[in-house]
């Protein structure tokens, strides 16, 4: 029997960097920051101000600049990248995806977009 999900949602974890609320809202403006939202833009409502969606189906097609049609130039691999889904899942995994891309500076948020709501995180309407 292969993995099961939980084995690599904790092997994801245990690959990056898992971060508060409290230091990812810190991070809110600095230039050296991309703040990345995976979840698929119909359940979107609100987003951390400036964040990029990404949604986890099409992540390695956007980090990837060989997919030009693609390719999401804030996907930088000198940036730190944050990412955010709705309870800390996909981020988690999505972070994992990119460090096995070369992205060295990968984060998600404890708990997602759940836990910063939770905690009164600034938010933005998502525009789409």
């Known amino acids: 029997m292969g993995k099961s ?3 690599l949602l904790e092997e994801a974890k245990s690959s990056i960097n898992v971060i508060s609320v409290e230091e990812a ?4 403006g600095d230039e050296s920051v991309v703040f990345v939202d995976v979840r698929d833009t119909d359940s979107i409502e609100t987003v951390i101000p400036g964040a990029v969606n990404v949604p986890r189906g099409m992540l390695e097609f956007h980090a990837d600049p060989e997919f030009e ?13 944050v990412f955010t889904c709705g309870a800390g899942g996909q981020a988690a995994l999505s972070g994992k995806t990119l460090k096995e891309m070369g992205f060295e500076n990968i984060s998600s948020i404890d708990g997602g977009m759940g836990a910063w709501e939770e905690a009164n995180g600034p938010t933005e309407e998502f525009k789409g």
């Open 5 to 7: 999900a939980m084995q």
């Open 25 to 28: 809202t810190k991070l809110i």
């Open 69 to 81: 049609a693609f390719h999401k130039p804030e996907l930088d691999p000198n940036k730190h990248i």
